[in-house]
């Protein structure tokens, strides 16, 4: 760990700071001096889960009070604290997942990642799914999830910084299933979009409306393969879509 902070140190004031990530129970006074001396501003803790029954299904080795301590400790130093959990983990469900989520929101952290479960090779996981004991989401479920969280995170001034895993060739090549997207996020953005208005068109009749969104998120309320405007469409509803820069990026205004 020191000779990493010792690699980035002459470089540090080009940078407001440097963010490392750590398992919660790898937290205590002493190791937060050492961050702080060498100007670590942010720490995220890889929760996972708030459940120390998933927690031990999967031989994560820490338990959610290590959680809470972590967090507590990083807060009191006077670090930025990101937290990042995983849904679909052998033994949860998307109730567990929301209490996870719930746990993390009385934390109070300032970001938070969200990442799918995905069963790669040659790992205990994988040797789960292949025996038939565990079986992971399948990807619209994840994304009716994952975006539900997104939402529930936003409602409460936390940024979720990330969404689903990097597209990278060793996850592409040893990947045994899961619900993987390379554009997992936008998928999940795409599904909030589509509540949103559907939530504007829900008191109206049936028919062609005009909608404005910013330009970034045209292809969000379109849809994968246009398939929002293909369920609006069959619900009788035809979208006219307009572009409007002044809008925040997650809007949908009825014109």
């Known amino acids: 760990m020191i000779s990493l902070l010792e690699a980035a ?9 440097i963010r490392i990530s750590t398992r919660p129970d790898a937290i205590d006074a002493e190791v937060l001096e050492l961050l702080k001396a060498y100007r670590v501003s942010a720490i995220e803790l890889g929760a996972q889960s708030m459940s120390d ?12 009070d290590d959680v809470r301590n972590a967090a507590r400790l990083i807060k009191e130093h ?11 983990l052998y033994g949860s469900t998307d109730d567990l997942d ?3 989520a719930r746990e993390f929101i009385r934390l109070n952290p300032d970001t938070v990642r969200i990442y799918p479960t995905i069963v790669m090779r040659s790992t205990r996981l994988g040797e789960l799914y292949e025996s038939g004991i565990y079986q ?17 995170f936003a409602d409460c001034g936390i940024r979720v910084i990330r969404v689903g895993l990097h597209a990278e060739p060793t996850l592409e090549r040893d ?25 504007l068109l829900r008191e109206l009749p049936q028919g062609a409306y005009r909608v404005a969104v910013h330009p970034r998120s045209r292809s969000k309320l379109t849809g994968n393969r246009k398939t929002n405007l293909t369920a609006l469409s069959e619900r009788g509803y035809q ?15 009825l014109l």
């Open 239 to 253: 979208l006219n879509i307009v572009e409007d820069e002044s809008l925040d990026p997650m809007v949908v205004v």
């Open 78 to 88: 006077g670090f930025a604290l990101g937290l990042q959990m995983m849904t679909g």
């Open 136 to 152: 992971p989401q399948e990807l619209d479920c994840a994304v009716e999830l994952c975006a539900e969280l997104m939402q529930i």
């Open 53 to 64: 029954e998933v927690l031990a299904l999967n031989e994560r080795g820490h338990t959610a």
């Open 98 to 100: 929301r209490m996870t």
């Open 175 to 199: 990947r045994l299933a899961g619900p993987y997207h390379p554009a997992f996020r936008e998928l999940c953005e795409s599904r909030i979009m589509l509540a949103r208005v559907t939530e």
């Open 9 to 17: 140190a002459p470089y540090i004031d080009r940078f407001q700071g």
